[in-house]
T-cell receptor
Framework: DQQVKQNSPSLSVQEGRISILNCDYT??????FLWYKKYPAEGPTFLISISSIKDKNEDGRFTVFLNKSAKHLSLHIVPSQPGDSAVYFC????????????FGIGTKLQVIP | KAGVTQTPRYLIKTRGQQVTLSCSPI?????VSWYQQTPGQGLQFLFEYFSETQRNKGNFPGRFSGRQFSNSRSEMNVSTLELGDSALYLCASSLGGAGDYEQYFGPGTRLTVT
């Protein structure tokens, strides 16, 4: 049972345009959400996170939006750059802070120059 | 500060054998988590260790086990290997306190079972 779902396995975007990566979750106990980026042959690296008490968090070109009622979050990258081409994982944790983090299967983003 | 290191990076084993993977966390990090990554399954949580104790466990069979040492280094063991165990095994470290969700991942160990 996939509690964190990334329904788009891949996404292609032109350089300079907006990339929107989506994530849905089913567990209403999740209260902290994270996005990780992964390049081939490397481990995932933390990108941005959001607590369930917020609906938006911004860090430079990256913004995460959380819609709790819809159990949906999205990552916006503006403007997209070729170096953003990677696999993006959505992840969620169900409180307590302890590291039982549930990951989605990832979305491969390709930014075309 | 040195990152998370994992050894070996690549491993080829035969069905039925056992394997031990090692992870050295970032200095000062007390939590180490292990994940299995396979195509189409994303990162599946195996277990998490904090201060030498298993604190969380995923839904993997008992063939998968781990331990953590007093210096926070962790090992993961898989016994009686099956073909389906072929995967990238990632370890991640963090401070491990309440609210410390951000994890730092190593490059992974690519295990191939033949």
């Amino acid at each position: 049972d996939q509690q964190v779902k990334q329904n788009s396995p891949s996404l292609s975007v032109q350089e300079g345009r907006i990339s929107i990566l989506n994530c849905d979750y089913t567990n209403s106990m999740f209260d902290y959400f994270l996005w990780y980026k992964k390049y081939p042959a490397e481990g995932p690296t933390f990108l941005i996170s959001i607590s369930s008490i917020k609906d938006k968090n911004e860090d430079g070109r990256f913004t995460v939006f959380l819609n709790k009622s819809a159990k949906h979050l999205s990552l916006h990258i503006v403007p997209s750059q070729p170096g953003d081409s990677a696999v993006y994982f959505c992840a969620a944790s169900a409180g307590g802070g302890y590291q039982k983090v549930t990951f989605g299967i990832g979305t491969k983003l390709q930014v075309i120059p | 500060k040195a990152g998370v290191t994992q050894t070996p990076r690549y491993l080829i084993k035969t069905r039925g054998q056992q394997v031990t993977l090692s992870c050295s966390p970032i200095s000062g990090h007390r939590s180490v988590s292990w994940y299995q990554q396979t195509p189409g399954q994303g990162l599946q949580f195996l277990f998490e260790y904090f201060s030498e104790t298993q604190r969380n466990k995923g839904n993997f069979p008992g063939r998968f086990s781990g331990r953590q040492f007093s210096n926070s280094r962790s090992e993961m063991n898989v016994s009686t290997l099956e073909l389906g165990d072929s995967a990238l095994y990632l370890c991640a470290s963090s401070l491990g306190g309440a609210g410390d969700y951000e994890q730092y991942f190593g490059p992974g160990t690519r295990l191939t079972v033949t």
